[in-house]
């Protein structure tokens, strides 16, 4: 998937997000705030080395870090679409945004563009349960119909976020906000590909009991699951 976290998610997305994930004696902080986070993902490009890319996105977090987010992470492609790196910021609100970058230097040219392809995306956070960290990430991410309202998205997107919520004992979803797709991202963490394969029992069941014959009206789908690096 190229344009993610997410988690983010996540993405805790960490995913988030990404993802984000988190463990539990950040929990307070978490639900004190970070109610956006900005995602990005980098594409490994043919031929190049991942470990360079890894080690430029590392100190990339870093300084984002320092100039002002809460919390960073870094997410490697392992099954799914582009192979791919996923990179999550939190922010507590838009004032701190606006600060954050209207602080920040231009952005330089890089002697050498070590990645692929690029995007960004901001997203609110809608639904936080995932609190603890885990080594294993799976970010899905949903588009819907355009003839539905905005509304009529999220109902379809939030029918369907249970269904993962249950499964996976606790996900984070989030919504798309600026960037270039209008998507809604799921970010749920797993142990090991052990756990990983109990909960997929778990979600395949509700699949055929209650979403197999619901008309959801889903655009594009796409799951990644992936590693966590920082």
């Known amino acids: 998937m190229k344009n993610i976290l997410i988690l983010i998610s996540l993405f805790s997305v960490s995913f988030g997000a990404l993802s984000a994930h988190h463990e539990k004696d950040e929990s307070s902080k978490v639900m004190q705030g970070n109610n956006f986070a900005y995602l990005s993902s980098y594409?490994?490009?043919a031929g190049a080395n991942p470990s360079s890319l890894q080690k430029s996105?590392?100190?990339?977090?870093?300084?984002?870090?320092?100039?002002?987010y809460n919390m960073c992470g870094l997410l490697r492609h392992q099954f799914g679409g582009d192979r791919a790196f996923y990179t999550y910021c939190y922010f507590d609100n838009w004032d701190q945004f606006a600060e954050i970058n209207d602080s920040a230097e231009p952005a330089a040219r890089?002697?050498?563009?070590?990645?692929?392809?690029?995007?960004?995306?901001?997203?609110?956070m809608v639904e936080r349960n995932l609190i603890k960290q885990t080594d294993y990430i799976l970010m899905a991410n949903y588009t819907?119909?355009?003839?539905?309202?905005?509304?009529?998205?999220?109902?379809?997107?939030?029918?369907?976020?249970?269904?993962?919520?249950?499964?996976?004992?606790?996900?984070?979803?989030?919504?798309?906000?600026?960037?270039?797709?209008?998507?809604?991202?799921?970010?749920?963490?797993?142990?090991?590909?052990?756990?990983?394969?109990?909960?997929?029992k778990v979600l395949s069941e509700i699949h055929e009991t209650e979403l197999a014959d619901m008309k959801l009206d889903v655009l594009e789908h796409s799951d990644n699951l992936m590693t966590r690096i920082k």
């Open 43 to 45: 594409t490994i490009a």
């Open 144 to 200: 819907f119909g355009p003839y539905l309202t905005d509304n009529q998205k999220r109902a379809n997107a939030a029918t369907i976020f249970t269904a993962y919520n249950t499964a996976f004992n606790g996900c984070n979803m989030m919504e798309h906000i600026w960037g270039p797709e209008q998507a809604w991202y799921f970010v749920c963490g797993y142990d090991s590909y052990a756990d990983f394969a109990k909960k997929v």
């Open 110 to 124: 890089e002697s050498r563009q070590l990645h692929g392809d690029h995007s960004d995306n901001l997203v609110a």
């Open 57 to 68: 996105l590392i100190k990339n977090i870093e300084s984002q870090e320092e100039a002002g």
